[in-house]
C-alpha cells in the first residue's frame, strides 16, 4: 500500500450534541475524507459514559434471567432456595 494514501489533517466542527465548535482530524484515504468524531470531548466522554452504563444495565439484566431461569431448573423446593448452612450444627441428633 502507498503511503501517502492515508493523510491527516485537522478541520473544526460543530459538536452534534451541544453545538459549540471544536477542532477534530480529518482522515484522507484514497481521494475520500473521513472527519473523526462529530461530538466535542466532553459529550464523547458523556456519551460513553452512557453507553457504558446501558451495557452494564443489559448485562445484569442478562444475568438475572439466567439466575431465574437457574432457580426454576434447578429442582431445589422454592421454600429452600434460601436457605444456608450457617446455623447447621454437627451435635444435633441426625446432622453428621
Ligand atoms: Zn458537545
Not at 453507553?51 to 439466575?67: G, S, T, W
Amino acid at each position: 500500500m502507498d503511503n501517502k494514501s492515508l493523510e491527516y489533517s485537522t478541520t473544526t466542527v460543530i459538536c452534534a450534541t451541544c453545538g459549540i465548535e471544536f477542532e477534530t482530524t480529518v482522515a484522507h484515504l484514497f481521494g475520500k475524507q473521513f472527519t473523526i468524531g462529530k461530538y466535542c470531548h466532553d459529550c464523547a466522554a458523556r456519551l460513553s459514559e452512557i453507553e457504558q452504563y446501558q451495557k452494564d444495565y443489559e448485562l445484569e439484566v442478562a444475568n438475572m434471567k439466567i439466575r431465574r431461569r437457574w432457580r426454576e431448573n434447578c429442582g431445589i423446593d422454592p421454600r429452600y432456595q434460601v436457605k444456608d448452612f450457617t446455623n447447621f450444627n454437627t451435635n444435633r441428633p441426625g446432622n453428621v
